[in-house]
């Protein structure tokens, strides 16, 4: 059915809502959805200002995208759930802790909220929701965890204490060397100055770029962030602007080459044998 969308006002095939008939176009479907699953939501009223009902969960699921669906459906899970169920602090695969009527009480022995998560493997407290303590409680590993985040903020002979991997978590001190880390647990590379994953583009530069928009804030204007976001993001775009005219001006020398050779390549041909024959003929 050709109906015109209520949103983008151009006609196309479009199946009516659901909730209130009114006709929205897949694609500005997919780009509302996208919107609202990015803001956290999970009860996603209707794209029509006059409809004040809420999109079913089947309709949300089928036109968002892999990775926008599976936050949504975290987001939903995450609203559900009640105390006898919490994410994997790693994979946020979530975890219902066996108990009859009620969690347990604090006893001698912790060992009882020990989680193994099924999808990462990753080892942790279900109780203070923090990696595995062992033979430390919950209580003293919180303070433990905090005094380590103090110490490790801390700046020493020019430089942190330590550092966190930002996949991990865990603390990793620089004796010697450059800002380049690799975590000795978890393999992820990342720069001891921000804490920041290394991330690159051939194209775009990588953290260790001045002017990249993945280069260490360290490196770049540090005292002055809003000015520092708008020359890399400046930087960015005039690439982003400037590599499809490079593209379509390669395509037409291409095309204007390929024309040439058409041309020019047969009259080579030609008058290579016409030369060839010329001289036949005068050597007969």
Request: with cysteine; proline share 5%; charged share 25%.
């Amino acid at each position: 059915m050709v109906l015109m969308c209520r949103v983008c006002l151009e006609d196309k095939p479009i199946k009516p809502l659901p909730c209130c008939k009114k006709a929205v176009c897949e694609e500005c479907l997919k780009v509302y959805l996208s919107s609202q699953v990015q803001l956290g939501q999970v009860e996603i009223k209707c794209p029509i200002t006059e409809c004040f009902e809420f999109l079913e969960e089947r309709t949300i699921v089928f036109n968002l995208t892999h990775e926008d669906s599976i936050k949504y459906k975290y987001f939903l899970e995450l609203g559900r759930i009640d105390s006898s169920t919490k994410p994997c602090p790693q994979c946020k695969h979530f975890t219902t802790f066996k108990r009859k009527g009620h969690i347990p009480t604090p006893s001698r022995s912790e060992s009882k909220y020990k989680i193994q998560c099924p999808t990462c493997q990753f080892v942790w407290c279900f109780k203070c929701h923090s990696p595995w303590h062992e033979g430390v409680n919950c209580k003293e590993y919180k303070k433990g965890d905090k005094l380590l985040r103090h110490w490790a903020s801390e700046i020493e002979h020019g430089q942190r204490n330590a550092q966190k991997c930002p996949k991990c978590k865990i603390h990793i001190q620089r004796t010697e060397g450059c800002d380049h880390m690799t975590c000795s647990q978890c393999n992820t590379n990342f720069c001891y100055r921000c804490g920041e994953r290394y991330r690159q583009l051939r194209f775009f530069g990588d953290h260790t770029s001045n002017l990249s928009i993945f280069g260490c804030k360290y490196r770049y204007l540090p005292e002055r962030p809003h000015l520092r976001r708008l020359v890399r993001g400046s930087v960015c775009a005039g690439k982003l602007f400037v590599a499809p005219l490079i593209l379509v001006l390669g395509l037409a020398l291409g095309a204007i080459a390929v024309v040439i050779g058409l041309f020019v390549f047969p009259i080579y041909c030609l008058c290579k044998k016409q030369r060839k024959r010329s001289r036949t003929g005068m050597h007969w």
